[in-house]
């Protein structure tokens, strides 16, 4: 089974903090993402990786950063984070070919004051 | 440019009765269709697809959608719903334009009554 794992489920900031949020998949993809879900809007794309230390911006990458070391490794960073940034984030793999699935971990949800 | 509209953001069926749930889709070319659903406190998980071939597709717990083309929908139904269905489903597509990403809906809460 595809496993992506996300580092915790829950996380509270302060605004200004900066925020690491480490995502982790075991199935050798090279495609990984990072989504935004937030109630009545769906999953917005922030920031998409197609192999290590390439990256493309998503839909709403403003305020966003990420970082991708290694193939298994993907991190997004709140530089400082705002309390608009207070959400739920999914982490996904995979997606590669047109109808391949893309897995999704847990979540964190983000709460920043 | 490709877009998805989920039509209801709350549904609530009874135990036992049928699940419709709506998927319209914007496309300017073939698209590919996905159906993920979220139990409470977890991610998401692919409950079906469409690529090509048979437009209608049968999916994990029951579920299946059919590819109209015609009516640019791709509806998600159950014959009997279960208290274990409730959950948020979230209608996706993909296409050649942007190869690599899934445009979701907004969503649709799936409340079951006893």
């Known amino acids: 089974d595809v496993k992506v794992t996300q580092s915790s489920r829950y996380l509270v900031k302060r605004t200004g903090e900066k925020v690491f949020l480490e995502c982790v998949q075991d199935?050798?993809?090279?495609?990984m993402f990072w989504y935004r879900q937030d109630p009545g809007l769906g999953l917005r794309l922030i920031y998409f990786s197609y192999d290590v230390k390439m990256k493309e911006k998503g839909d709403i990458p403003e305020g966003y950063s990420v970082s991708r070391e290694k193939k298994e490794r993907f991190s997004l960073i709140l530089e400082s984070a705002s309390t608009n940034q207070t959400s739920m984030y999914l982490c996904a793999s995979g997606g590669e070919g047109l109808t391949d699935t893309q897995y999704f971990g847990p979540g964190t949800r983000l709460t920043v004051l | 440019a490709q877009s998805v509209t989920q039509l209801g953001s709350h549904v609530s069926v009874s135990e036992g009765a049928l699940v419709l749930l709506r998927c319209n889709y914007s496309?300017?070319?073939?698209?590919?269709l996905f159906w993920y659903v979220q139990y409470p406190n977890q991610g998401l998980q692919l409950l079906l697809k469409y690529t090509t071939g048979a437009t209608l597709v049968k999916g994990i717990n029951g579920f299946e959608a059919e590819f109209k083309k015609s009516e640019t929908s791709f509806h998600l139904t159950k014959p009997s719903a279960h208290m274990s269905d409730a959950a948020e489903y979230f209608c996706?597509?993909?296409?050649?334009?942007?190869?690599?990403?899934?445009?979701f809906g907004s969503g649709t809460r799936l409340l079951v009554r006893p």
């Open positions: 199935m050798d993809h090279e495609n």
């Open positions: 996706a597509v993909r296409g050649l334009a942007s190869s690599y990403k899934l445009i």
């Open positions: 496309s300017s070319v073939p698209p590919y």
